[in-house]
């Protein structure tokens, strides 16, 4: 499974990188990043939360 | 436009077609009308104004703040804007390089470099406020701390008279919402601008990306340069100053949230919350500009629509019970700081803000509260704000 941000939707709101800034960061481009692509099992409740609030629906955990 | 002889009787239904944004008669019964829209007749049009049309829904938020080639920013505000003010006011092709330009300046990692600063300003306010015993939270506190913080960061200039200048006009923005303030700044903005372009300084920071930017391969006109700098200086101003007069109010009505804004981790999601529940930006403005249709209302070109993100914000199909403070929910998508290419550029800057804000206030005094009598006066109209909130409480030990 593999963590990624789509940039076509991302704008950058940040949350999240609030939410785990160590799967997550923003560049000062103002874009999202994907620290950890492999996150291990420990991270499933940040990275269900991240993609229920990112405002732009941008974020996917799939095969 | 159908003058209404008394709108708090009429039935929600027979407002509505009528609803003015700007009319505090009007906005008594604001959540009760949207609320109505949501479930009704979420493209709502009214015959305010000129006749526009309120995006009450989300998910056609959503579609209209996608589609800039649909939905056109040249009059972002509702009733118009006094100057063009890129990139508020800018639309695809332009508008992306003026974001690229100016994104940098506004990120969380430049901002740190200004931590100190916004710390300095929230003590220099409170060491006068605080042995005062009592003070207007929105008249002594959050405008003079955003106004503040706005020039350091926005115009960083070692002129201190003319950042005084700034600060003095900016909180005639704020607080007075006066016209002529607005105009004032741009002729000092102009002051700025030529300044810093005769100083042929080479600072990396907003001014100077302003100054030096291009768009089309060509330079900003002059014109271009001042809205820039407008638009980056007020629009912190009334959208920071609103959400930390709101939140004081929530913290002095219910003396449980104290130790909730305590915790250090609040700003990660409580904080989306009351943004969420009470948006700071109620509503902007978009142009249509081809024929096009949305939630089954057809839309023609010249119409005027009205983004509502506080509508937006309590959309029951999108936020479960949206209508209740709920700092537990697990999905808080929230459109306050905008969805789409103009996503608020100074969101990072208003966080730091609101924390430090918090974080300082709170390691002076405790028990936040209203004096018994005193009256918090709200605004109307595009900023959701306390206008006047008195606030007493306990001095902490040291």
Redesign the interface.
């Given at each position: 499974m593999s963590l990624s941000i789509d940039v076509s939707r991302c704008q950058g709101h940040g949350r999240c990188s609030l939410i785990s800034p160590k799967l997550f960061d923003v560049t000062d481009d103002g874009l999202g990043q994907v620290l950890v692509p492999e996150p291990e099992p420990a991270d499933t409740a940040d990275v269900a939360r991240a993609i229920a609030n990112c405002p732009e629906s941008a974020i996917s955990f799939s095969a | 436009m159908t003058t209404i002889n008394d709108p708090a009787a009429l039935q929600v239904e027979d407002l509505a077609p009528h609803f003015d944004l700007f009319d505090p008669v009007h906005s008594e019964r604001l959540w009760e009308v949207l609320a109505y829209a949501r479930k009704a007749c979420p493209v709502l049009k009214t015959d305010a104004d000129e006749g526009y049309y309120i995006v009450t829904r989300y998910d056609h938020l959503r579609a209209v703040l996608e589609d800039a080639e649909t939905y056109s920013s040249e009059q972002a505000g509702l009733r118009g804007v006094p100057i063009p003010m890129p990139p508020l006011t800018e639309d695809p092709p332009r508008h992306i390089e003026y974001?690229?330009a100016l994104?940098?300046y506004l990120?969380?990692?430049?901002l740190g470099r200004y931590t100190g600063d916004v710390h300095e300003t929230a003590r220099e306010l409170l060491d006068d406020l605080v042995p005062r015993g009592g003070f207007d939270f929105m008249t002594d506190y959050a405008v003079p701390f955003t106004s503040r913080n706005l020039a350091r960061v926005v115009l960083d200039d070692s002129n201190a008279e003319r950042i005084q200048r700034a600060i003095a006009i900016a909180t005639r923005i704020s607080s007075e919402g006066d016209p002529q303030a607005f105009f004032d700044m741009a002729a000092l903005a102009e002051e700025f601008l030529r300044d810093r372009a005769a100083s042929g300084s080479q600072r990396d920071d907003v001014l100077s990306a302003i100054v030096n930017g291009t768009v089309q391969g060509r330079p900003l006109t002059l014109e271009e340069q001042v809205g820039a700098t407008m638009i980056m200086f007020t629009g912190g101003l009334d959208t920071t100053k609103a959400a930390l007069g709101n939140i004081a109010r929530h913290l002095a009505e219910d003396p449980g949230l104290e130790q909730r804004l305590r915790d250090p981790e609040w700003?990660?999601?409580d904080l989306?919350e009351f943004l969420r529940y009470e948006s700071p930006i109620t509503f902007m403005a978009r142009t249509v500009t081809r024929d096009t249709e949305l939630g089954g209302c057809p839309l023609k070109p010249g119409d005027r629509v009205a983004v509502h993100y506080a509508s937006a914000n309590r959309d029951d199909s999108r936020f479960g019970q949206a209508d209740r403070l709920d700092f537990d929910r697990?999905?808080?998508?929230?459109?306050a700081?905008g969805?789409?290419?103009h996503?608020c550029?100074g969101?990072?800057f208003a966080r730091l803000q609101i924390e430090i804000a918090f974080n300082e206030l709170l390691s002076r005094v405790t028990n936040l509260r209203i004096p018994a009598g005193a009256h918090v006066e709200t605004a109307v109209g595009i900023v959701l704000s306390p206008e006047h909130l008195p606030v007493t409480f306990d001095v902490r030990e040291p």
């Amino acid at each position: 499974m593999s963590l990624s941000i789509d940039v076509s939707r991302c704008q950058g709101h940040g949350r999240c990188s609030l939410i785990s800034p160590k799967l997550f960061d923003v560049t000062d481009d103002g874009l999202g990043q994907v620290l950890v692509p492999e996150p291990e099992p420990a991270d499933t409740a940040d990275v269900a939360r991240a993609i229920a609030n990112c405002p732009e629906s941008a974020i996917s955990f799939s095969a | 436009m159908t003058t209404i002889n008394d709108p708090a009787a009429l039935q929600v239904e027979d407002l509505a077609p009528h609803f003015d944004l700007f009319d505090p008669v009007h906005s008594e019964r604001l959540w009760e009308v949207l609320a109505y829209a949501r479930k009704a007749c979420p493209v709502l049009k009214t015959d305010a104004d000129e006749g526009y049309y309120i995006v009450t829904r989300y998910d056609h938020l959503r579609a209209v703040l996608e589609d800039a080639e649909t939905y056109s920013s040249e009059q972002a505000g509702l009733r118009g804007v006094p100057i063009p003010m890129p990139p508020l006011t800018e639309d695809p092709p332009r508008h992306i390089e003026y974001r690229r330009a100016l994104n940098k300046y506004l990120s969380r990692s430049f901002l740190g470099r200004y931590t100190g600063d916004v710390h300095e300003t929230a003590r220099e306010l409170l060491d006068d406020l605080v042995p005062r015993g009592g003070f207007d939270f929105m008249t002594d506190y959050a405008v003079p701390f955003t106004s503040r913080n706005l020039a350091r960061v926005v115009l960083d200039d070692s002129n201190a008279e003319r950042i005084q200048r700034a600060i003095a006009i900016a909180t005639r923005i704020s607080s007075e919402g006066d016209p002529q303030a607005f105009f004032d700044m741009a002729a000092l903005a102009e002051e700025f601008l030529r300044d810093r372009a005769a100083s042929g300084s080479q600072r990396d920071d907003v001014l100077s990306a302003i100054v030096n930017g291009t768009v089309q391969g060509r330079p900003l006109t002059l014109e271009e340069q001042v809205g820039a700098t407008m638009i980056m200086f007020t629009g912190g101003l009334d959208t920071t100053k609103a959400a930390l007069g709101n939140i004081a109010r929530h913290l002095a009505e219910d003396p449980g949230l104290e130790q909730r804004l305590r915790d250090p981790e609040w700003v990660k999601g409580d904080l989306d919350e009351f943004l969420r529940y009470e948006s700071p930006i109620t509503f902007m403005a978009r142009t249509v500009t081809r024929d096009t249709e949305l939630g089954g209302c057809p839309l023609k070109p010249g119409d005027r629509v009205a983004v509502h993100y506080a509508s937006a914000n309590r959309d029951d199909s999108r936020f479960g019970q949206a209508d209740r403070l709920d700092f537990d929910r697990e999905r808080n998508p929230h459109a306050a700081f905008g969805l789409g290419p103009h996503r608020c550029i100074g969101m990072h800057f208003a966080r730091l803000q609101i924390e430090i804000a918090f974080n300082e206030l709170l390691s002076r005094v405790t028990n936040l509260r209203i004096p018994a009598g005193a009256h918090v006066e709200t605004a109307v109209g595009i900023v959701l704000s306390p206008e006047h909130l008195p606030v007493t409480f306990d001095v902490r030990e040291p």
